[in-house]
């Protein structure tokens, strides 16, 4: 006796098609993942609508423990800190990491540190009176994996 192309079991074959193209039409949106692996091996899987997302900031292994408190806006005097965000202290190192401005500043008694154009490093004991800033994008002179802010833009971190 001769089956039918539903009784033959092809009919699986229309069921999936739908489900197929539906997956092809919502892969299109715009819908990502973003997966996340810890220090430790552990995976975590984010869902993220690609559209919307701005910047993504990495803080690598070396910079672990601390505390990123955002992108702000700078202004001042050029050569020194009046009227900057950071006013406490400022220099600038050939090869500044965010781990040595954090040290720098939380040895001197401040309790924030800020990375700026690659090689600065400021203190202060408040930040963001300019406000946020978006362009906290430039490597720093002694670690290019990691950001220190941008032109008038600081990479803020606790020292505490």
Same mark, same amino acid.
């Given at each position: 006796?001769? !089956?039918?192309?539903?009784?033959? $079991? ?31 091996? %552990? /995976? ?9 997302? !701005? ?20 202004? $001042?005097?050029? /050569? ?19 781990? %040595? ?6 040895? !001197?008694?401040? %309790? ?36 220190? $802010? ?11």
């Amino acid at each position: 006796m001769k !089956k039918t192309f539903f009784e033959s $079991g092809r009919r699986g074959v229309f069921v999936a098609i739908p489900f197929i193209m539906l997956f092809i039409l919502l892969g299109q949106t715009g819908l990502a993942e973003m997966k996340i692996t810890t220090h430790d091996g %552990r /995976t975590h899987k984010v869902p993220v609508q690609a559209k919307e997302i !701005k910047l993504i900031e990495f803080t690598d292994a070396d910079s672990a423990g601390i505390q990123y408190l955002g992108c702000f806006r700078d202004q $001042g005097n050029a /050569t020194g800190t009046s009227g900057r965000d950071l006013s406490g202290f400022a220099v600038s190192e050939p090869q500044m990491t965010t781990e %040595r401005c954090v040290s720098l500043c939380g040895e !001197k008694g401040f %309790r924030y540190a800020g990375t700026q154009y690659s090689s600065w490093c400021f203190c202060g004991n408040r930040y963001g009176k300019s406000g946020k800033a978006d362009n906290c994008n430039m490597k720093c002179s002694g670690n290019n994996r990691q950001i220190c $802010g941008g032109s008038w833009a600081n990479s803020v971190y606790s020292t505490e």
